[in-house]
């Protein structure tokens, strides 16, 4: 372990670890952490669903009904009828012809990435794609090619010197960047895939639930639906459950059956999961009412931030970093913040690259303004303290 224990040392003496917070409460806009209240914003409980009554009651009746584990992976007895339900919403949801669930967004783009691509086939993958992208693309036999995040000449670049040599090619993006909060440009990339024949994936992890009408997603904020080949999802964030998805032609999915691995070797969603997925969906069909206090939340945050004179970069969604840069003060500033009752995490390399280090702020549908007033207050004091601003 003397390799390990090095390395623990190295990231203590340049100031990147951490020590895990502990919380002891659902995951609201007020949370116990560390045995201290604080102002959340750190979730990805976009819309307030992960201690929503309808989806507790939703799930605690599957529970009653199903068990507590679907006992065996979907390709053996795992796959319940509360399963294939939870498919046909999902693609209802989207506008698109089928869905299949995995385990987790993770597992999604590891098992699907591979599945669908082979030595013959290039993937061409946005230079800031998630790391479970990055993962997904490493485990396939493919050739691969990156071009500079959301650089859209660069992309037709390497369309244009390798299309030719291969059988498919693959263009993978997220739909929103989670660490800057910016949109893939999905109109120019369906363009450009079209024109060159090459097939899209987007992964809209961040998209869902919180763009588009009653929160379809970046697909539906383009109006670009049928237009994208696999629509990749989470079910752990504005669902506020766990889960993820992809969105795929009928075909695709009984394939992906056969060969996601993750579906292969892993048990199947448990019921309650998936029943609460499933009452979060209605309640997205049923009302725009949290996407949309979701959004006025998210642009009053801003706004208060810009006056404060922070720089949030060039978010386009709720997602809104707060740029450090130094890693070791972006840290400090994450902890002092804690102290003073705001849980806000840093990001440093190697999540996002050096330099550039962040603490990322995540409103949502359940913060009150007086909360985000509080929260922006101790956030300017604690920056200025620390000449972040």
Not at 24 to 35: D, F, K
Not at 69 to 95: C, P, Q, S, W
Not at 291 to 304: G, I, P, V
Not at 337 to 362: A, N
């Amino acid at each position: 372990m003397a390799t390990v224990q090095q390395k623990l040392a190295m990231m203590k003496q340049a100031g990147t670890y951490r020590v895990l917070p502990i919380s002891a409460t659902p995951c609201e806009a007020l949370i116990t952490l560390n045995g201290k209240e604080v102002i959340n914003l750190s979730s990805n409980n976009y819309l307030g669903f992960a201690n929503h009554p309808r989806l507790k009651k939703a799930a605690k009746k599957a529970i009653d009904k199903y068990g507590v584990g679907a006992g065996a992976v979907r390709t053996i007895v795992g796959n319940m009828d509360i399963h294939e339900e939870l498919d046909k919403v999902i693609a209802k949801f989207k506008g698109e012809e089928a869905a299949l669930v995995f385990q987790s967004g993770f597992a999604c783009n590891s098992g699907v990435i591979q599945a669908i691509t082979d030595e013959k086939d290039l993937i061409i993958s946005d230079e800031l794609n998630h790391a479970s992208i990055i993962d997904g693309v490493r485990l396939s036999k493919a050739s691969r090619a990156v071009y500079r995040h959301s650089d859209m000449a660069d992309l037709e670049r390497i369309l244009k010197e390798k299309r030719h040599l291969f059988e498919e090619v693959l263009i993978i993006t997220d739909g929103v960047f989670s660490m800057d909060g910016d949109l893939a440009n999905l109109p120019e990339i369906v363009r450009l895939a079209k024109l060159y024949k090459a097939q899209t994936y987007v992964d809209d992890a961040h998209g869902s639930g919180v763009l588009g009408d009653h929160g379809r997603g970046t697909v539906a904020h383009f109006h670009l639906h049928g237009q994208v080949d696999y629509i990749i999802g989470t079910l752990s964030k504005a669902i506020g459950v766990v889960g993820g998805y992809v969105c795929c032609s009928k075909d695709a999915r009984e394939y992906l059956l056969h060969v996601g691995r993750p579906l292969l070797f892993s048990t199947a969603m448990m019921p309650g999961a998936a029943a609460a997925i499933i009452e979060a969906f209605k309640m997205l069909e049923e009302s725009e009412e949290y996407t949309n206090k979701l959004w006025d939340n998210a642009h009053y945050f801003k706004k208060r931030l810009r006056e404060a004179g922070f720089d949030i970069g060039h978010s386009q969604t709720p997602i809104t970093p707060i740029i450090v840069g130094d890693e070791a003060k972006t840290l400090i500033f994450s902890k002092e913040l804690l102290k003073r009752g705001v849980f806000v995490s840093g990001i440093v390399f190697p999540t996002v690259p050096k330099g550039r280090g962040r603490i990322r702020c995540m409103v949502n549908a359940m913060h009150t303004k007086d909360m985000i007033d509080k929260a922006v207050a101790i956030l300017k004091e604690t920056a200025l303290e620390l000449k972040i601003i």
